[in-house]
Protein backbone atom coordinates (compact mmCIF):
# COMPACT_ATOMS: atom_id res chain seq x y z
CA UNK A 1 0.00 0.00 0.00
CA UNK A 2 0.95 3.39 -1.31
CA UNK A 3 1.41 6.27 1.43
CA UNK A 4 -0.83 9.07 1.48
CA UNK A 5 0.62 12.39 0.58
CA UNK A 6 -1.33 15.07 1.46
CA UNK A 7 -0.97 18.42 -0.51
CA UNK A 8 -1.45 21.64 0.89
CA UNK A 9 -2.14 24.48 -2.00
CA UNK A 10 -1.31 27.80 -0.70
CA UNK A 11 -3.38 30.86 -1.47
CA UNK A 12 -1.14 33.54 -3.10
CA UNK A 13 -2.31 36.68 -3.39
CA UNK A 14 -1.17 39.05 -6.78
CA UNK A 15 -0.05 42.01 -5.48
CA UNK A 16 -1.65 45.26 -8.07
CA UNK A 17 0.96 47.55 -9.28
CA UNK A 18 1.29 50.53 -7.34
CA UNK A 19 0.43 54.24 -8.65
CA UNK A 20 4.43 55.35 -8.89
CA UNK A 21 4.93 51.99 -10.74
CA UNK A 22 1.60 53.38 -13.34
CA UNK A 23 2.99 56.55 -13.16
CA UNK A 24 6.62 55.42 -13.94
CA UNK A 25 5.33 53.15 -17.12
CA UNK A 26 3.21 55.79 -17.96
CA UNK A 27 6.29 58.17 -18.29
CA UNK A 28 8.45 55.58 -19.92
CA UNK A 29 5.32 55.55 -22.94
CA UNK A 30 5.16 58.99 -23.06
CA UNK A 31 9.01 59.41 -23.70
CA UNK A 32 9.06 56.66 -26.01
CA UNK A 33 6.14 58.10 -28.15
CA UNK A 34 8.03 61.63 -27.93
CA UNK A 35 10.99 59.99 -29.59
CA UNK A 36 8.96 58.50 -32.33
CA UNK A 37 6.49 60.98 -33.55
CA UNK A 38 9.04 63.24 -34.70
CA UNK A 39 10.72 60.26 -36.53
CA UNK A 40 7.19 59.73 -38.13
CA UNK A 41 6.69 63.51 -39.08
CA UNK A 42 10.15 63.26 -40.72
CA UNK A 43 8.98 60.23 -42.51
CA UNK A 44 6.19 61.87 -43.52
CA UNK A 45 7.58 64.66 -44.94
CA UNK A 46 10.13 63.08 -46.28
CA UNK A 47 7.56 61.40 -48.63
CA UNK A 48 5.66 64.34 -49.24
CA UNK A 49 8.93 66.37 -50.47
CA UNK A 50 9.12 63.25 -53.44
CA UNK A 51 5.88 63.90 -54.16
CA UNK A 52 6.47 67.68 -54.33
CA UNK A 53 9.72 67.08 -56.43
CA UNK A 54 7.63 64.47 -58.92
CA UNK A 55 5.42 67.12 -59.47
CA UNK A 56 7.75 69.36 -60.07
CA UNK A 57 9.17 67.07 -62.47
CA UNK A 58 6.67 66.43 -64.73
CA UNK A 59 5.90 70.10 -64.96
CA UNK A 60 9.48 70.74 -66.26
CA UNK A 61 9.25 67.71 -68.44
CA UNK A 62 5.72 69.17 -69.69
CA UNK A 63 7.69 72.50 -70.78
CA UNK A 64 10.05 70.26 -72.60
CA UNK A 65 7.57 68.67 -74.39
CA UNK A 66 5.62 71.86 -75.16
CA UNK A 67 8.72 73.78 -76.64
CA UNK A 68 9.63 70.29 -78.58
CA UNK A 69 5.88 70.98 -80.30
CA UNK A 70 5.42 74.45 -80.49
CA UNK A 71 8.63 75.50 -80.94
CA UNK A 72 8.68 77.98 -77.70
CA UNK A 73 8.38 78.12 -74.52
CA UNK A 74 4.63 79.18 -72.89
CA UNK A 75 3.60 82.58 -71.47
CA UNK A 76 3.11 82.68 -67.91
CA UNK A 77 -0.15 84.37 -69.90
CA UNK A 78 -0.78 85.81 -72.81
CA UNK A 79 -2.27 89.11 -72.27
CA UNK A 80 -3.89 90.44 -69.27
CA UNK A 81 -7.05 88.37 -68.10
CA UNK A 82 -6.49 85.72 -69.89
CA UNK A 83 -5.52 81.92 -69.40
CA UNK A 84 -2.44 80.96 -68.23
CA UNK A 85 0.64 78.36 -68.46
CA UNK A 86 -0.55 75.78 -66.11
CA UNK A 87 -3.89 75.62 -68.71
CA UNK A 88 -1.32 75.21 -71.82
CA UNK A 89 0.88 72.70 -70.40
CA UNK A 90 -1.95 70.35 -69.55
CA UNK A 91 -2.17 68.38 -72.75
CA UNK A 92 1.54 67.48 -71.72
CA UNK A 93 0.83 66.52 -68.32
CA UNK A 94 -2.19 63.98 -69.29
CA UNK A 95 -4.80 66.14 -69.02
CA UNK A 96 -6.42 66.48 -72.64
CA UNK A 97 -9.45 66.19 -71.99
CA UNK A 98 -10.20 69.15 -69.71
CA UNK A 99 -7.62 70.96 -71.99
CA UNK A 100 -10.17 70.51 -74.52
CA UNK A 101 -12.86 72.36 -72.66
CA UNK A 102 -10.78 75.74 -72.83
CA UNK A 103 -11.17 78.02 -75.78
CA UNK A 104 -7.24 79.15 -75.45
CA UNK A 105 -7.79 82.17 -77.22
CA UNK A 106 -10.40 83.58 -75.27
CA UNK A 107 -10.35 85.49 -71.67
CA UNK A 108 -10.47 83.37 -68.79
CA UNK A 109 -14.03 84.86 -67.43
CA UNK A 110 -15.90 83.51 -70.92
CA UNK A 111 -14.21 79.79 -70.12
CA UNK A 112 -16.81 76.85 -69.25
CA UNK A 113 -17.00 76.69 -65.03
CA UNK A 114 -16.36 73.18 -65.09
CA UNK A 115 -13.16 73.78 -66.36
CA UNK A 116 -11.82 76.80 -64.72
CA UNK A 117 -13.27 74.92 -61.10
CA UNK A 118 -11.03 71.25 -62.07
CA UNK A 119 -8.09 70.77 -59.91
CA UNK A 120 -5.19 69.10 -61.17
CA UNK A 121 -3.38 67.14 -57.93
CA UNK A 122 0.23 67.58 -59.58
CA UNK A 123 -0.27 71.74 -59.43
CA UNK A 124 -0.24 71.07 -55.52
CA UNK A 125 2.81 70.33 -52.88
CA UNK A 126 0.76 67.69 -50.49
CA UNK A 127 2.92 69.12 -47.77
CA UNK A 128 0.48 72.01 -48.23
CA UNK A 129 -2.74 71.16 -48.84
CA UNK A 130 -5.11 68.89 -50.60
CA UNK A 131 -6.79 70.37 -54.15
CA UNK A 132 -8.70 73.13 -53.12
CA UNK A 133 -10.65 75.75 -55.31
CA UNK A 134 -10.34 79.81 -54.33
CA UNK A 135 -12.19 81.20 -51.93
CA UNK A 136 -13.17 84.32 -53.50
CA UNK A 137 -13.74 86.04 -56.75
CA UNK A 138 -10.34 87.78 -58.08
CA UNK A 139 -12.75 90.26 -58.81
CA UNK A 140 -16.19 91.00 -60.35
CA UNK A 141 -16.88 88.71 -63.06
CA UNK A 142 -14.09 86.23 -63.40
CA UNK A 143 -15.07 82.97 -61.24
CA UNK A 144 -13.74 81.30 -58.63
CA UNK A 145 -11.01 79.22 -59.98
CA UNK A 146 -8.89 75.83 -59.07
CA UNK A 147 -5.79 77.16 -57.09
CA UNK A 148 -1.90 75.72 -57.44
CA UNK A 149 1.30 76.07 -55.51
CA UNK A 150 4.01 76.36 -58.37
CA UNK A 151 5.18 79.33 -60.39
CA UNK A 152 7.25 80.35 -63.10
CA UNK A 153 10.51 81.67 -62.66
CA UNK A 154 9.60 85.58 -64.00
CA UNK A 155 13.27 86.56 -63.00
CA UNK A 156 14.61 89.61 -61.46
CA UNK A 157 13.74 92.63 -63.38
CA UNK A 158 10.89 95.26 -63.40
CA UNK A 159 9.55 93.90 -66.62
CA UNK A 160 8.93 90.57 -64.80
CA UNK A 161 5.26 90.86 -65.45
CA UNK A 162 4.67 93.44 -68.53
CA UNK A 163 3.88 92.86 -71.80
CA UNK A 164 6.83 94.63 -72.99
CA UNK A 165 9.99 95.32 -71.76
CA UNK A 166 13.28 92.79 -71.52
CA UNK A 167 12.25 90.61 -68.59
CA UNK A 168 14.69 88.29 -67.77
CA UNK A 169 13.18 85.43 -66.73
CA UNK A 170 11.75 82.55 -68.56
CA UNK A 171 8.14 82.38 -67.55
CA UNK A 172 7.27 86.18 -68.58
CA UNK A 173 3.99 87.51 -69.75
CA UNK A 174 3.62 87.68 -73.83
CA UNK A 175 4.76 90.49 -76.16
CA UNK A 176 2.34 92.82 -77.00
CA UNK A 177 3.62 93.24 -79.90
CA UNK A 178 3.00 89.70 -80.82
CA UNK A 179 -0.05 88.86 -79.20
CA UNK A 180 -2.58 91.44 -80.04
CA UNK A 181 -6.46 90.89 -79.10
CA UNK A 182 -8.96 91.47 -81.57
CA UNK A 183 -12.88 91.40 -80.87
CA UNK A 184 -12.15 89.40 -77.43
CA UNK A 185 -9.92 86.66 -78.53
CA UNK A 186 -5.65 86.70 -78.85
CA UNK A 187 -4.34 85.95 -82.47
CA UNK A 188 -1.82 84.00 -81.16
CA UNK A 189 -0.12 81.96 -78.26
CA UNK A 190 3.64 82.51 -79.10
CA UNK A 191 5.74 82.40 -76.06
CA UNK A 192 8.41 85.28 -75.77
CA UNK A 193 11.73 82.71 -75.77
CA UNK A 194 13.01 79.54 -77.52
CA UNK A 195 15.90 77.68 -75.33
CA UNK A 196 18.38 79.21 -77.66
CA UNK A 197 17.30 82.41 -75.54
CA UNK A 198 18.29 80.69 -71.95
CA UNK A 199 21.83 81.95 -72.75
CA UNK A 200 23.44 81.30 -69.33
CA UNK A 201 21.92 77.15 -70.24
CA UNK A 202 19.42 75.09 -69.12
CA UNK A 203 21.03 73.90 -65.88
CA UNK A 204 22.04 77.16 -65.07
CA UNK A 205 18.17 78.55 -65.10
CA UNK A 206 15.34 78.01 -63.10
CA UNK A 207 12.30 76.91 -64.99
CA UNK A 208 9.61 76.46 -62.10
CA UNK A 209 9.40 76.17 -58.06
CA UNK A 210 7.39 76.70 -55.61
CA UNK A 211 5.27 80.04 -54.37
CA UNK A 212 5.26 81.49 -51.51
CA UNK A 213 2.00 81.92 -49.84
CA UNK A 214 0.21 82.88 -46.44
CA UNK A 215 -1.29 79.63 -45.26
CA UNK A 216 -3.69 81.56 -42.91
CA UNK A 217 -5.03 83.31 -46.08
CA UNK A 218 -4.59 79.78 -48.63
CA UNK A 219 -7.56 80.78 -51.47
CA UNK A 220 -7.49 84.66 -51.22
CA UNK A 221 -6.82 86.03 -54.45
CA UNK A 222 -5.48 89.98 -54.57
CA UNK A 223 -2.69 90.85 -51.99
CA UNK A 224 -2.50 87.32 -51.12
CA UNK A 225 -1.51 85.90 -54.29
CA UNK A 226 -3.53 82.52 -54.16
CA UNK A 227 -6.40 83.35 -56.92
CA UNK A 228 -7.33 80.91 -59.59
CA UNK A 229 -4.48 79.41 -61.21
CA UNK A 230 -5.90 79.78 -64.57
CA UNK A 231 -6.40 82.93 -64.48
CA UNK A 232 -4.04 85.97 -66.01
CA UNK A 233 -5.63 88.58 -64.33
CA UNK A 234 -2.98 88.44 -61.57
CA UNK A 235 0.76 87.62 -62.80
CA UNK A 236 1.90 86.87 -59.22
CA UNK A 237 -1.10 83.69 -59.28
CA UNK A 238 1.77 82.13 -61.43
CA UNK A 239 5.12 83.07 -61.56
CA UNK A 240 7.21 85.03 -59.05
CA UNK A 241 10.86 86.73 -58.64
CA UNK A 242 14.09 85.74 -57.50
CA UNK A 243 17.12 87.36 -56.05
CA UNK A 244 19.03 89.87 -54.04
CA UNK A 245 15.60 91.90 -53.64
CA UNK A 246 13.38 88.76 -53.67
CA UNK A 247 14.84 85.94 -51.49
CA UNK A 248 13.12 82.61 -50.67
CA UNK A 249 10.53 83.05 -48.12
CA UNK A 250 11.57 81.96 -45.26
CA UNK A 251 7.91 81.85 -42.98
CA UNK A 252 4.95 80.18 -44.04
CA UNK A 253 3.02 83.31 -43.00
CA UNK A 254 3.83 86.78 -44.69
CA UNK A 255 1.78 89.73 -43.12
CA UNK A 256 -0.49 91.94 -45.41
CA UNK A 257 -0.17 93.04 -48.67
CA UNK A 258 0.92 88.91 -48.69
CA UNK A 259 3.21 88.21 -51.84
CA UNK A 260 0.52 89.36 -54.45
CA UNK A 261 2.66 92.16 -54.38
CA UNK A 262 6.26 90.85 -53.01
CA UNK A 263 6.10 87.93 -55.43
CA UNK A 264 8.12 85.58 -54.35
CA UNK A 265 8.99 82.20 -54.17
CA UNK A 266 8.74 79.66 -50.81
CA UNK A 267 7.31 76.40 -49.86
CA UNK A 268 5.91 74.54 -46.80
CA UNK A 269 8.87 72.36 -46.52
CA UNK A 270 10.85 73.29 -43.13
CA UNK A 271 14.25 74.24 -44.81
CA UNK A 272 13.83 73.74 -48.51
CA UNK A 273 12.05 75.22 -51.53
CA UNK A 274 11.81 73.14 -54.39
CA UNK A 275 12.42 74.33 -57.79
CA UNK A 276 13.26 72.27 -61.41
CA UNK A 277 15.73 73.63 -63.46
CA UNK A 278 15.80 73.73 -67.53
CA UNK A 279 17.15 70.68 -67.75
CA UNK A 280 14.63 69.12 -65.85
CA UNK A 281 16.54 68.40 -62.81
CA UNK A 282 14.69 69.08 -59.13
CA UNK A 283 16.76 70.24 -56.71
CA UNK A 284 16.04 71.55 -53.12
CA UNK A 285 16.98 74.67 -52.17
CA UNK A 286 17.76 76.20 -49.00
CA UNK A 287 15.67 79.14 -47.96
CA UNK A 288 18.64 80.39 -46.54
CA UNK A 289 20.43 80.32 -50.29
CA UNK A 290 22.70 83.31 -50.97
CA UNK A 291 20.62 85.76 -52.85
CA UNK A 292 23.44 86.95 -55.67
CA UNK A 293 23.50 82.94 -56.13
CA UNK A 294 19.92 83.14 -55.92
CA UNK A 295 19.68 86.03 -58.20
CA UNK A 296 21.91 84.51 -60.93
CA UNK A 297 19.70 81.13 -60.97
CA UNK A 298 16.52 83.25 -61.57
CA UNK A 299 18.29 85.37 -64.73
CA UNK A 300 18.61 83.52 -68.09
CA UNK A 301 20.64 86.21 -69.62
CA UNK A 302 23.31 87.29 -66.64
CA UNK A 303 25.87 84.82 -67.98
CA UNK A 304 26.72 83.73 -64.62
CA UNK A 305 26.88 80.08 -64.00
CA UNK A 306 25.97 78.48 -60.74
CA UNK A 307 27.02 75.06 -58.95
CA UNK A 308 24.27 73.37 -57.20
CA UNK A 309 25.92 70.17 -56.66
Known amino acids: MLPEFKCRVRNVKRKAFTLVELLVVIAIIGILIGLLLP ?66 MRPYRVQPIEALQTTIPIYFCPSRRLPMLARYETRRGFPNGALGDYAGNAGNNRFWSEFYGNANGVINSGDRRVIKVENGRINTLRGRYQFSNIIDGLSNTIFFGEKALNERHLGKPGGWGDGSFYNGDEPATVMRMGGRLFPIAKTLYFPAPGPGTIPVFGSSHPTVCLFVLGDGSVHNISKTIDPVTYGYLCSRNDRQLVSLD
Open 39 to 104: AVQMAREAGRRIKCANNLKQIGLASHMFHDTQGYLPTARPRDAFLTWPVFLMPYIEQNSLYEKFDV
